[in-house]
């Protein structure tokens, strides 16, 4: 008899991140995936669906599932969305994460909850994890209250901040997809020139979470890409790589895009501690744009859309 496979909860199941987490993970954990109303068409993992709006919703969930392991990333990740629902952000992003954290220490599940580099300000940039949030968005603030319930409910709980891009179901969930799908159908687009960031691949963010929890990690840390770039130049490098007009960017600050909410611009991070901890580098930005590339050869994109359940 060979050990048995831990279980692992994904809650956001149908986002960006939390899709890829599953399917990657589907060999080695008996997956379980939190959708919140329609379920994925042929998807490899068990679906169970949740109202997280409700409170006690994920509280209930956990004692019935009864994880080894969770990886809370359902959120309302939409920072426009926010501004104008300030009262869902409240529940979603600050609420939620301290009742799924308590529910874990209750059962004895391993918690990674994925919170986001916008809780700093951005005015200075190569910020590590000792440095004071200074969030500038109802979505930033609201995830920066979810760290401290979540690690005030379950000091053994990981809190994660991380930005990432890849795959997603319908196309439009990534930075990345906006690039590549506005190009390829030859059409013009902003790139940000003063907004820098430091992202990973949803599938290599993906991994380094759960190798976070096989080594038994605590706490708070920025789980990152070892290099950062402006969002121009991030553009401008995936257009080179799939073949497309890298003129069609248009280089512009972010001031001069009318987005509702404040966006953060130099969200530059620091992921020492995190290598310290795990061993290991973390991988630069042209490792993960191959990796991003690759699953498009691969038809990876297909993929996901054919999960897709027609209303």
């Known amino acids: 008899m060979g050990e048995r496979r831990k279980r692992l909860l994904v809650t956001g199941a149908s986002g960006l991140l939390g899709i890829n987490l599953c399917l990657d993970a589907v060999g080695n954990f008996e997956v379980i995936g939190v959708v919140n109303s329609r379920r994925l068409v042929g998807a490899p993992f068990f679906q169970v669906q949740a109202d997280f709006t409700q409170p006690g919703s994920a509280a209930r969930l956990i004692e019935e599932v009864r994880p080894d392991w969770v990886v809370h990333c359902a959120a309302l990740a939409d920072l426009d969305a926010c501004e104008k629902n300030p009262a869902l952000s409240a529940r979603l992003n600050a609420d939620l994460p301290g009742e799924v954290a308590e529910a874990c220490r209750k059962t ?9 580099d916008a809780v700093f300000d951005g005015e200075r940039g190569g910020y590590r994890e000792d440095d004071q949030p200074n969030p500038q968005s109802v979505y930033a603030r609201d995830k920066w209250l979810g760290e401290q319930a979540v690690l005030q409910a379950n000091p053994q709980a990981v809190v994660a901040r991380v930005n990432f891009y890849g795959w997603s179901l319908l196309g439009q969930r990534s930075l990345a997809e906006k690039f590549y799908y506005t190009l390829a159908a030859g059409k013009g687009m902003m790139g940000f020139t003063d907004v820098y960031f430091c992202p990973l691949v949803n599938q290599h963010l993906g991994r380094i979470l759960l190798e976070m929890l096989e080594k038994g990690l605590e706490g708070l840390y920025h789980v990152f890409s070892a290099e950062c770039q402006s969002k121009y130049a991030f553009g401008v490098a995936l257009a080179k790589r799939f073949g497309l007009d890298a003129g069609l960017i248009r280089p512009v600050s972010v001031q001069e895009a009318g987005l509702t909410a404040r966006r953060s611009p130099n969200l530059t991070m620091r992921v020492e501690k995190l290598e310290a901890a795990l061993g290991h580098a973390m991988p630069g930005q042209e490792e993960e744009l191959e990796a ?6 691969e038809g990876y994109p297909q993929r996901l859309r054919a999960m897709v359940a027609v209303a």
């Open 108 to 116: 004895a599940a391993r918690l990674v909850h994925i919170s986001t």
């Open 292 to 297: 991003f590339h690759r699953l498009y050869l």
